[in-house]
């Protein structure tokens, strides 16, 4: 079906007397399909050839674009093929009407703009789409999961092998495509360049029961840790290469690496103590490895069910960090939330364009009553009465602190699911009420940006790239980073601009780390060498956001983007936060905090920027 949506001539106009009434006024058209897989497919099927009447029409809509094809089932039929790589499918409908509109209406591709692919810039890397390299990744952990089971060198076997991180299920901005040096010992051929960090997907792993599990958290963590290292010896054993220490074991096969961790059932009753305190407790390892796995299982039926889904996600988490919110809201918070608009589109049908998608996100985000209204996705209608009340009753539970402190509810953003009904898993922390307003706000103003472009499209300086360009210029301090010592430099939308402000700190960029290594014959010996500087889950962006947390958590709030971000916010806390003998302490100079701010960040930081003073009294 296809519906205009706007148009700039009177509502009289004759039909009968053509397009001529237009002029050089642009007409926008809106398109619904009746199938989304339909119009996925690349080849579309006409009549039989000894239907000679619908085979002459045929030919004289498609003209050169018609052609006589044999199909695998013996038939013969006139057809239409759109070639395309596999991440290009959603442009075929464009590419069908371009054809169309030229052919039988005399335009040039020059006339035709199309909306579909306007955001496709901000998930390509070098002119491709890492989702293709989807097939690989499957692949090479159906390689290590039958590996994995095959195990019989180690005291109880593993029955269960299950994929967590989001590349699995397709809602992964930038999937890791195959590393040359994580491969097994008969490598591929090096190239002459790689990337020096290579990142680990977490797959989860459980074991046939047994009675003999301890039932102390700590000894059960160092027995998960032991069977974990032999795990990691007995692949080694089997040509894979293994990185190992008490903390992790990373399997590196097939072009990619893999972070081993083990589920017990019996560790979701346990509670692990905070520090020395042993009155505060936090979610146990086992805990958020199920609500990982739940989620990981539904969200992956989900993009089963709707084929546009995880690109809207992609987006959606690229709009996320591009206006520095990573550090507040989880990548399966933002999964839930683009899950929600699919599963509730009403008064809409489910969105079939990954822009339509990301628009309804945005409306969503900034007009959902996030106060006083939880938000239920049932991805599998699993909710009965008892449930919605049960969800219900921890809603209100949660809002009680509104009472008492309007300005500070957990979780402000209220996300229940069959697997997490009280909210815990991804919310319960963080966004606060101050931040979802933010978010929401963003939301709206990049909503109202978007539906101009849609409408109009790009005029002066309000281009589609704007909407994932943050202005700098709202936070109180603001540290730049070197594009060039970044984890994955090529991720980097715009670089970053330096904001108005003192330039306190500037800082030279390191020559201890490149995210680049060569591997010709005179940068390495071979690939044992190269292997040895290939960096596992390294990213110097977190670890340098880690300290600076450690140091200095109650004196500013950092705003951060995880997918390719060179710039960090900061925006000074309330000193009422503070205690009261820190508050009684003598203010230290903003300039001087910078200062060491720029001494944490040394090689990485290449300037930090007072924007705004803090008003500490």
């Known amino acids: ?10 509502s009289e106009w004759k039909i009968v007397e053509g397009f001529s009434e237009f002029g050089s006024s642009p007409l926008l058209v809106g398109m619904m399909v009746s199938s989304l897989e339909k119009s996925f497919r690349l080849v579309d099927i006409g009549p039989n050839p000894e239907n000679r009447v619908e085979a002459v029409k045929f030919r004289k809509f498609w003209g050169e674009k018609a052609e006589l094809r044999r199909f695998k089932d013996g038939n013969i039929a006139e057809s239409t093929v759109w070639e395309c790589q596999s991440w290009e499918k959603h442009t075929i409908i464009k590419r069908i009407a371009d054809y169309v509109l030229m052919k039988h209406l005399s335009l040039q591709k020059d006339d035709l703009i199309h909306v579909v692919d306007q955001l496709d810039f901000c998930l390509l890397v070098d002119g491709q789409d890492p989702v293709s390299s989807s097939g690989a990744l499957l692949e090479a952990f159906d390689t290590i999961a039958k590996q994995l089971r095959l195990l019989d060198d180690i005291p109880l076997k593993i029955s269960t092998v299950q994929p967590l991180d989001s590349a699995f299920r397709h809602t992964s901005v930038f999937p890791p495509e195959p590393h040359p040096l994580a491969y ?26 047994s009675g003999n599990w301890p039932l102390d958290p700590v000894a059960m963590e160092k027995t998960k840790t032991a069977f974990l290292l032999k795990i990691g010896e007995s692949l080694e054993d089997r040509g894979m290469f293994v990185s190992a220490s008490e903390n992790e074991v990373n399997v590196l096969t097939s072009g990619y690496s893999f972070l081993l961790k083990i589920f017990h059932e019996r560790g979701l009753v346990m509670q692990k103590p905070v520090g020395d305190d042993k009155t505060q407790s936090v979610l146990s390892e086992d805990k958020m490895l199920f609500q990982r796995s739940q989620h990981s299982s539904m969200i992956n039926g989900l993009h ?16 996320i960090s591009a206006h520095l919110f990573s550090s507040f809201i989880s990548e399966e918070a933002v999964e839930l939330v683009v899950a929600h608009i699919f599963l509730k589109p009403f008064p809409f049908h489910a969105p079939s364009s990954r822009v339509a998608g990301f628009l309804r996100f945005l409306r969503l985000l900034s007009s959902f009553d996030w106060i006083f209204s939880p938000m239920v996705i049932d991805i599998n209608n699993d909710f009965n009465l008892m449930d919605e009340k049960e969800i219900n009753d921890n809603f209100m539970l949660s809002r009680k602190s509104y009472e008492r ?29 101050s931040v979802l307003k933010r978010v929401a706000a963003y939301a709206k103003s990049s909503a109202e940006l978007l539906t101009n472009l849609m409408l109009h499209g790009p005029s002066g300086e309000y281009t589609w790239e704007c909407l994932f360009r943050t202005p700098m210029s709202n936070y109180d301090a603001v540290i730049l980073l070197h594009q060039e010592k970044l984890c994955c430099p090529h991720h980097v939308l715009f670089p970053a601009e330096n904001p108005d402000g003192k330039l306190v700190v500037w800082g030279k960029p390191s020559k201890d780390f490149c995210p680049y290594m060569p591997l010709n014959k005179g940068a390495v010996k071979g690939l044992h060498d190269a292997r040895e500087k290939l960096l596992v889950n390294f990213d110097p962006t977190t670890y340098f956001l880690r300290d600076l947390k450690c140091a200095f958590s109650k004196t500013f709030k950092l705003w951060y983007g995880s997918v390719g971000g060179d710039a960090v916010g900061l925006t000074w806390e309330n000193p009422k936060k503070r205690g009261r003998e820190e508050a009684d302490e003598a203010a230290p100079e903003p300039t001087s905090i910078l200062k060491e701010v720029g001494d944490v960040g040394k090689g990485l930081v290449r300037g930090v920027y007072l924007v705004k003073a803090p008003k500490f009294q």
Request: charged share 25%.
């Open 1 to 10: 079906m296809i519906r205009a949506l706007w148009r700039s001539t009177p």
């Open 184 to 209: 097994g010992r008969n490598s591929q051929r090096l190239p002459k360049f790689a990337t020096t960090c290579i990142r680990s997907l977490e797959v989860m792993i459980q074991l046939e029961g």
């Open 304 to 319: 089963g069910r709707y084929q546009v889904y995880g690109p809207v996600v992609r987006l959606a988490k690229r709009w």
């Open 405 to 433: 402190n309007p300005h500070d509810i957990e979780p402000a953003m209220f996300l229940a699911t069959s697997y997490d009904k009280t909210s815990e898993a991804w919310t319960k922390q963080s966004p606060s009420k």
